[in-house]
């Protein structure tokens, strides 16, 4: 089975990876297109995450609704119900499976997620 990078970072990863017909998306942080942090809040800095997850996706040719699991770190867990509110956005009905824990991130930032989906060619 080849794989397939798809994107370019200015750290050694790939923003998406597509191994036969999975594909693994990088955890991402919420930033712009400009690499700045967005927002303070949990809630807008999910959105971003997310944003930039479909953004990785969508260059190996796949959608969020093709997510077939997520790994979610947490800056703060009481920030739990916030980010649950906006995740829900992303996924409003059949949303994959979830590993969710709280940790110290390596940047001032509240949330990382990483994804993979499935999508057969």
Do not use: H, W
């Amino acid at each position: 089975m080849a794989k397939e990078c798809f994107g370019a970072a200015a750290v050694p990863l790939s923003p998406a990876v597509r191994a036969g017909d999975f594909i693994y998306v990088s955890g991402q942080v919420p930033v712009g297109a400009d690499g700045e942090i967005v927002g303070s809040t949990v809630g807008v800095q999910t959105r971003q995450v997310l944003d930039n997850i479909k953004a990785a996706l969508a260059l190996a040719g796949a959608e969020m609704k093709d997510i077939v699991k997520t790994t979610v770190l947490l800056e703060d867990a009481r920030d739990f119900g916030a980010f649950n509110k906006a995740y829900a956005e992303y996924f409003p009905s059949e949303p994959p499976a979830r590993t969710t824990q709280e940790c110290r991130l390596m940047i001032d930032i509240k949330v990382e997620i990483d994804a993979i989906a499935y999508k057969p060619r």
